[in-house]
Nanobody, 117 residues
Framework: EVQLVESGGGLVQTGGSLRLSCAAS????????MGWFRQAPGKERERISC????????YYADSVKGRFSMAFDNTKNLMYLQMNSLKPEDTAVYYC??????????WGQGTQVTISS
């Protein structure tokens, strides 16, 4: 059974950092491009990053480029989203997904990130 579980969200001040984790089971990170999305209250879900390791494709939305980065730990089947220089507009529920399309077949349950000004 494919499962994704996010963790690491919380409340931080503007300018702070957080690292989100996505624990995967039932598949390998090489089976899918892997993505991070977020959804702020009253807004549509936004794709913020994507990595397809076979082929070396990497994408970051302009809103997070230079501040967020994805990483993988194959030994633990974990994917990370390192978030630096956080801003109040980064406040959202963050999701990891197997695939980078909004129609991705597998999603985590989401983790809340709140940035105070």
């Amino acid at each position: 059974e494919v499962q994704l579980v996010e963790s690491g969200g919380g409340l931080v001040q503007t300018g702070g950092s957080l690292r989100l984790s996505c624990a995967a089971s039932g598949f390998s990170f090489d089976d899918y491009p892997m993505g991070w999305f977020r959804q702020a209250p009253g807004k549509e879900r936004e794709r913020i990053s994507c990595v397809r390791r076979s082929g070396g494709y990497t994408y970051y939305a302009d809103s997070v480029k230079g501040r967020f980065s994805m990483a993988f730990d194959n030994t633990k089947n974990l994917m990370y989203l390192q978030m630096n220089s956080l801003k109040p507009e980064d406040t959202a529920v963050y999701y990891c997904a197997a695939d980078c399309a909004h129609s991705a077949p597998y999603w985590g349950q989401g983790t809340q990130v709140t940035i105070s000004s």
